[in-house]
């Protein structure tokens, strides 16, 4: 009869995947007792820490912070059968490689990203003047507070400082420039052309210029009171730009009678990089609407982590709980086995009952009860197990999107840092750059969570600068999507182009062609007190957005038929591009 017992013992170490069952409805009557008995035990056993004849901790095992992460019981219980061949361990189903693979992933993922953020904060801008924007003092200081912080900074600078400060506006003004480089910039100018650089000592500045088709070099010194002058002479005034307006009216002879000429026009520094780098200049108002488009992107991100959040929460909550439930289905398994374990010893103990067939049947009956049980949370356990498994990995999955998407904004974030240090530098006011960076960041908080996942995803195959053109009218427009039409005689239509309406103020119009013709729709910036109203759309529709790259964005993607059944096409080429 034991050894019957024994083999089906052995037969129910076999899992098989099935759903949990925690507790039966029903049970026979004449199992009543042996529950008890199993209930008692379980009490027992939660009380008392020195008993460990079928019970112990494994004190070996010492609980790492990876291990108590998730706030899960840690326990480790063995059951030794009495025949001392073997040790049960049921928490052995518990692979806790899987919890030290999460936290390694979250550890290396941090790791990488603080040494992408260190690279960002390092990062030269190639700029030519010093920074304006101050950096970062914690992580949680955002655009708004920086600009705010380098108002302060710059109120604060000395006379001297404030007249430098002064020539980072100019166009003029080449910075870092090496001497070296000068007659290869400067070379076939005519004489009086000129561009103002750094001088190789800290804080003076170099007037460069042709004279009788010879380079010429005159240092500018600026006084701690801020007046600056040519190096030796007298005549001060009161910044760069006020000295070389005058010499443009004045013979440079006056300083030096070698010098018998007048400053003429200066030479460009952002035609400059733009010959150099083989790229287009930007008009200021193209910078502004590219610093814009960046950070409404930016904001979107912001918005899709904390969405990532709440669902790894909710996982992370999900895998606790199944984790319980495993740690439940352990102790409960050992419970079982020790009620299994008490009934053969009771029969061993009194032997007299071997031939009492009924308590034999009995016994024999709850034994192989508790034995299903057993089957059943086994399955349970190898179920657990394995969503434990497909949880974790999407754990890790949801860590790696967020540092991708950390990753992403710190790009965006050091791109449009750059360009607000350009608009500042041209004079741009920093309360009207707060003023559109609160705005469009509200209207990003406003709009749906599927409109900003929308343009989290959708990239355009062309830059700004290839739709936006500030000194074009309608005929100039009509013209540039015209050539680019003839040069796409078979897929001529939705070329387009954003140019300043002249006829409204403050507008702006949309050229494209359709069908073989050219349109123009305007486009205006509403600023109603509805904020549904609010952002870049056309003209009294009832979809509008944050910048005017999302409005682009848009429409690259969807049909312009809603504003007007006539223009049933995406915006999909642009007329700038291929010029």
Not at 180 to 185: F, G, K, L, T, Y
Not at 492 to 518: E, H, M, W
Request: glycine letters at 4%.
């Amino acid at each position: 009869m034991e050894n019957q017992h024994i083999n089906i013992e052995q037969e129910s170490e076999t899992s098989v995947s099935k759903t949990f069952i925690e507790n039966k409805d029903e049970e026979k009557n004449d199992c009543k007792n042996i529950n008890k008995d199993v209930e008692k035990i379980s009490n027992e056993e939660s009380l008392k820490d020195g008993d460990k004849e079928y019970f112990h901790e494994d004190s070996t095992q010492e609980d790492t912070e990876e291990d108590v992460d998730d706030g899960c019981v840690r326990g480790r219980f063995t059951y030794r059968s009495d025949d001392g061949q073997s040790d049960y361990n049921p928490d052995d189903e518990l692979d806790t490689e899987l919890d030290f693979k999460l936290e390694e992933n979250m550890r290396e993922l941090r790791l990488q990203r603080r040494r992408f953020e260190d690279e960002v904060e390092d990062h030269n801008l190639n700029l030519r003047h010093p920074p304006i924007l101050p950096k970062k003092v914690n992580r949680n200081m955002d655009i708004i507070d920086r600009l705010t912080l380098a108002e302060k900074e710059m109120a604060k600078k000395s006379p001297k400082e404030k007249t430098i400060s002064e020539l980072y506006a100019r166009d003029w003004y080449f910075g870092d420039i090496v001497k070296e480089q000068v007659p290869i910039i400067i070379k076939g100018q005519p004489d009086g052309v000129f561009f103002i650089r750094n001088s190789t000592t800290p804080g003076d500045f170099t007037l460069n210029f042709n004279c009788n088709g010879e380079l010429k070099l005159i240092k500018i010194i600026i006084d701690d009171d801020g007046m600056c002058h040519f190096q030796s002479h007298s005549t001060k005034f009161e910044n760069i730009t006020k000295l070389l307006e005058h010499f443009k009216t004045h013979s440079l002879e006056s300083y030096n009678s070698t010098l018998p000429i007048f400053l003429k026009h200066h030479m460009s520094y952002d035609k400059y990089i733009a010959e150099k780098n083989k790229t287009k200049v930007k008009h200021v108002s193209v910078i502004l609407h590219e610093m814009y488009g960046i950070h409404t992107e930016s904001e979107r991100i912001y918005k899709r982590v904390e969405k990532l959040d709440i669902e790894k929460s909710e996982i992370h909550c999900k895998g606790t709980m199944l984790q319980r439930n495993l740690s439940q289905a352990i102790g409960a398994e050992i419970v079982y086995r020790e009620a299994i374990e008490k009934m053969k010893a009771d029969l061993h103990d009194h032997p007299e009952k071997v031939h009492d067939l009924k308590i034999v049947k009995s016994l024999e009956d709850n034994i192989l009860m508790q034995l299903g049980r057993i089957q059943e949370l086994r399955e349970a356990q190898a179920m657990t197990k394995e969503e434990m498994k497909e949880l974790k990995k999407v754990l890790m999955l949801y860590d790696k999107k967020k540092h991708d998407l950390y990753t992403r904004y710190y790009k965006l974030e050091k791109a449009r840092d750059g360009l607000i240090e350009i608009l500042l530098s041209k004079e741009i006011e920093s309360i009207d750059i707060q003023k559109g960076i609160w705005e469009a960041t509200s209207l990003v908080d406003y709009e749906s969570l599927q409109l900003s996942e929308f343009f989290l995803d959708v990239e355009l195959p062309f830059n700004i600068e290839d739709w936006l053109i500030i000194d074009a009218d309608k005929n100039k427009a009509i013209e540039l999507i015209q050539q680019s039409m003839d040069r796409n005689p078979n897929d001529s239509d939705g070329i387009f182009l954003i140019r300043p309406s002249f006829t409204k103020q403050g507008c702006y119009a949309l050229s494209l062609s359709v069908k073989g013709n050219i349109r123009h729709c305007l486009v205006e910036y509403s600023n109603s007190h509805d904020i549904e109203q609010c952002g870049y759309g056309f003209m009294n529709s009832n979809l509008y957005f944050p910048s005017m790259v999302d409005f682009v964005k848009y429409y690259y993607h969807n049909s312009m038929k809603d504003h007007n059944t006539e223009l049933d096409i995406t915006l999909r080429k642009t007329a700038l591009q291929e010029c």
